[in-house]
DNA sequence: CGACATATTGAATTTAGTCAATACTAGTGG
DNA sequence: CCACTAGTATTGACTAAATTCAATATGTCG
């Protein structure tokens, strides 16, 4: 598909000159002689982009800008504006009015398609984010890394090494770094005043931990301990909050982390609040399971019953003995190093 | 607090301009006369800000960048680079490396204090961020209507009337636009396997619901429908991602809103998971009253038996056998139009 | 006013939690 | 390499809590 782009822009012979550049660069071009002309034109036939000169008799550059970005229709449209360089320190306001870049004048060729196609290339981009999805850290990471220098950030970070049963951090303290876990296992929870455990996540390599709480400015509301011996990484949590909000790119990545989780939460709630402990247990093997076989295509789902009986929230006898029911009807093994799914189907069948 | 800026240039009348002019602009100023010395100055002394020459000879501008931005503690400082027109194309590359603005020799004194005020300002506006909070939509709204069109991309937007009872979405239809309650009262809920209703979150004037469905990519995963007469406007969510994505300040706050909510969510996870009825209702008492208050000084929570227990997650027999023992236990008052707190203290006491 | 929905109360039943005893396992030191 | 010990897991018996079913009362809206 080729894009179509509007020029506004009201001497002659820059407006041919540009539509040229833009033609040569294999782009359907609009052009627009003064500020009316080129709102109509992008009304009618929406662009995918729009090059705008400021100073223009009738309608200038920032009404045009203020009466599209009205517009559902057309706010949407990347909108760049031609200037002169004389008029370079009124481009910033501009940029806050809404508009995506800026060129000054003159410029060549070269200049201008670059940043043509920069501004197309963020436009698509943004589209289609909401056709792909952050299933988990690992997949925030690794999409997020090709974006910034979020390697490097780490490479020369204090690295940590705990041994199992060790704490990350504790419920309460004061929160100064993010962890990312290297390689181990770890697991969060929260605790009731009476002292139950209540297991909010269990973390492997590659997960990204305690950036909720500098995110709320509020202490850390959960407890991380050392499943197995495991090694962290630290970023300070200025470093973090200038990686998580500088970038935009990294920005929608965490946005869309943060309502996976908060969906998960959600569905864990309804989930808690109206279903029968066999069920919660079941759907827990399963989510277990999936957990396992997309990380290192294990079937062995490998937990202490009192963790597991944490994550569904019921005492360490209820699911020890809904477990011992799964057995006895053959839907799942237990040997000592693990559990075994045996009948997926009619286990989602007792979760339904 | 004077602002420390750092300036690399190997162009001595160069370098002692720039100093001038932040020196009159009341800025602390260090010099370095290449990128060694530079790279040196700022591990030392950690300046608020640095500008740098890109064309040095031994060590350019991007290399001190890379070197600065591998150490967390000068990562974060905003880096501006000095470039000539003629370079002028290499510098989109820089901004990639990490660098936040770039300014064009030559410049004027003006210009070259814009731009820095700028950058200190944005930096310092990152340093709040684990310094404030959002609390809820209404806030999230209000934050970011000074910082964008928020206000200007309602205005023109179709806007719908819907009555007591009638539903905004439903669960599993496709999530298309996201809404922003004008005024009324709407519950959003998820529905279980067996028909029971669990209600997922409450929606009073100026609240902004729907957009998770959009963030993930999924359909509705829950039912929004009207308590009473309601109006609420609609941003389609094309415009609703470009606002969330494109302006850094938006992200910005949509991330510690999330956040919050995500909080929230384990908070009430624990609490369904572990406390019995008696301290889920004192304590959804209490919430209920606090979000009462707090939008309209109204001291009277009046909510249907039904959607209490919902919310609190249980049968709405025990829901009312348990608000009857408050009410026998003189905790609360119950009349025809709603529930009154009669004694926090107590009641807060119920649910620790 | 009546029909329909919502609230309240009672009694029976089910579920899951607690307490207690016993079995198992991994890690430790001789 | 084995025995010992401390923590985990399993099973049973009992109990408390909360749900369900059922009947009655109260409120709401045309």
Redesign the pocket.
Known sequence: MRYKILVIEDNAAMRANIAGILELGDYDVLTAANGKLGVALAQQHQPDLILCDIMMPELDGYGVLHILSKDPKTAVIPFIFLTAKAEKSDVREGMGLGANDYITKPFDGSELLRVVELQLKRQELLKTTFANDVKNFDDFVDRTKQFTDFGKLYEHQRSKKIRKRDFLFMEGEEPNDVFYIQHGHIKTYRTTRDGKEFVTGLHRDGAFIGFLPLLEHTNYQETAVALEDSEVRMMPKDVFSNLIFTNREVSRQFIRLLANDLADAEKRLLEIAYQ???QRVALTLLRLHDQAELRKGIKRISI???DMSSIV?????????T??DFRDEKLIT?T??GIEILDRGKLEGSSR
Not at 314 to 320: D, G, H, K, R, V
């Open positions: 029968p402990v066999r202490s019953r009192k929230g019921t005492a360490t006898e209820s699911l020890n003995r477990l011992a237990m000592h190093d």
